[in-house]
């Protein structure tokens, strides 16, 4: 039984390794075939969907609010998504996802109506979720997956001590602002560092890249397949599970709720 795990996981990692080279290679012809550039960070003004998220961002954020009330339920990166070990470990990096690995998360979606709503209007969408990145946090340096997509982040909730809050990609330093977008190529070398005191959280989404017919081609055959890898397979399964102790947390919450308030209106009896 042991040798079979031992030969899986040296097969994943082979898998894993070649599938990398080939991204990489196929990343040359994708940035050639990109209609926006090839360029670390982009103009969110040329950007048809920036408005769309900008100008509801407070309705985006009410629902935010709501989730991070039972903040401690939530899983972290890597426990979505184990591949993510070496960036993200502890309780540090939660997520909330809402679209992502191919599919809408139904039970969280239920919880974030107007957001879901919201990010049915964005064409191409291929991840959505919320990200929330604690206190004195450092996402360390790391390349994202494919030129396929570009990345777009509204800021919702941002520490007063925004100048101690960084993103930086390639050789660009960019601080968020709440209700407004940032746009980047993820796969330039990228990290984040909140060096203040309070916890910062932005709805993440990875949207198709504006390309010629043959990049987007050959984009649509990449996320295709990449769906069906184990990467995607075991983070669909753990977002099943997650998603299941969400609800069960909240339901508890709501719960004692319900209790505190009927113990508030009880009439005291005490004489």
């Given at each position: ?69 039972v903040k401690s339920a ?50 191409g969408l291929r991840n ?104 995607v397979k075991d983070a ?36």
């Amino acid at each position: 039984m042991q040798l079979i795990k031992d030969l899986k996981k040296w097969r994943r990692k082979k898998v894993k390794k070649t599938g990398k080279k080939l991204v990489r290679w196929l990343d040359g012809f994708l940035g050639r075939q990109s209609l926006i550039g090839d360029k670390p960070v982009f103009d969110p003004a040329d950007f048809d969907f920036v408005p769309t998220l900008e100008n509801n961002w407070q309705a985006i954020r009410k629902e935010l609010d709501a989730i991070l009330s039972v903040k401690s339920a939530l899983p972290s990166f890597h426990e979505l998504s184990p591949d993510q070990k070496r960036i993200s470990h502890g309780d540090h990096w939660k997520m909330f996802v809402l679209y992502g690995f191919g599919r809408w998360a139904q039970r969280n979606t239920s919880r974030c109506p107007e957001t879901v709503e919201i990010l049915k209007q964005i064409p191409g969408l291929r991840n959505a979720f919320f990200s929330i990145l604690a206190p004195h946090f450092h996402v360390t340096p790391h390349c994202g997956v494919s030129k396929a997509v570009i990345r777009c982040q509204l800021a919702l909730k941002v520490p007063q001590d925004r100048e101690n809050l960084f993103i930086r990609v390639d050789k660009e330093i960019m601080h968020w602002t709440e209700g407004k977008c940032m746009v980047f190529d993820d796969t330039y070398n990228h990290e984040v560092q909140n060096n203040s005191d309070e916890t910062r959280a932005v709805l993440f989404l990875d949207i198709d890249r504006p390309m010629a017919w043959r990049g987007r081609l050959a984009s649509r055959i990449l996320l295709k397949v990449i769906q069906w890898t184990a990467y995607v397979k075991d983070a669909r399964t753990n977002l099943d599970d997650y998603e299941d102790r969400f609800e069960q947390a909240i339901q508890r919450a709501e719960s004692f709720q319900i209790t505190d308030d009927e113990e508030s209106k009880a009439p005291n009896r005490s004489g």
